[in-house]
């Protein structure tokens, strides 16, 4: 083969090259740019677990029923109806039942937070773990800061299931009475049963008197009247 031909194939040869070149460097370009503009997927569990816009949105409205109607029950009592709530939430008639379909489902709701949160507090007060007076004030301080929930528990009387109140309320206070009247500290011709409610009674009228006290006078209040009625008396104090 002569020089001319040589040279018109090796200028063949190299624009194939250059034209395969081109090709890949352009389809590597789209693919990086493809991997750019979509985000990297979610593993599902993660994506499970991650609130959406909506979710936060959700949760503050219901947040706001629950914390507007426990502030009217607590002070209106029954008075209180579907409609004082949804305008004391700031919120529709509507979006209160699309949260809660009946006005026993909201209270349901209520009791149940009100349970959960005056359980865990009293579990961190260690209330059987102290003397009996200081075990009184820290469970009054407890139901005190659980505040209008307790107060709406307390006066509309809704119960959530029977062994969650027995277990974190009824039941602690219910054994640090009778630790007290084993004791001594407190008087023991009256049902433990009896001071638990008794208890619960003063809670609710303290927080709920007008005018109102603040937290601690409210704490120092309670706990004296409970332990000066139910303090264990001597026998020539309980004569005629």
């Not at 005056?118 to 059987?128: C, D, T, Y």
């Not at 299931?161 to 001594?184: M, T």
Request: proline share 5%; aromatic share 4%; hydrophobic share 50%.
């Amino acid at each position: 083969m002569n020089l001319l031909g040589l040279t018109g194939l090796h200028l063949i040869r190299t624009r194939l090259y250059m034209r395969h070149a081109c090709l890949v460097k352009r389809n590597t370009l789209r693919w990086s740019q493809t991997l750019v503009s979509q985000p990297a997927p979610i593993p599902a569990p993660v994506a499970a677990l991650r609130p959406t816009g909506n979710d936060a949105l959700q949760q503050r409205v219901a947040a706001a029923i629950l914390e507007a109607a426990a502030r009217l029950l607590a002070h209106a009592g029954g008075q209180a109806s579907m409609n004082d709530v949804a305008a004391a939430a700031g919120v529709a008639r509507a979006t209160v039942y699309r949260y809660f379909p009946s006005r026993q489902a909201l209270l349901d709701r209520l009791a149940e937070l009100a349970v959960a949160d005056a359980g865990g507090r009293l579990a961190s007060a260690r209330i059987e773990e102290v003397q009996p007076d200081e075990g009184v004030t820290r469970a009054v301080r407890v139901l005190v800061d659980v505040g209008d929930y307790f107060i709406a528990l307390a006066r509309e009387r809704i119960r959530p299931a029977p062994h969650e109140f027995q277990e974190k309320i009824a039941g602690p206070l219910r054994r640090l009475f009778e630790r007290a009247q084993a004791s001594g500290d407190i008087r023991a011709d009256v049902p433990s049963s009896w001071l638990t409610e008794a208890l619960v009674a003063l809670v609710v009228g303290a927080l709920s008197a007008t005018p109102s006290l603040g937290r601690e006078d409210a704490i120092a209040t309670i706990t004296s009247m409970f332990l000066d009625g139910a303090r264990g008396r001597s026998a020539s104090t309980l004569a005629p």
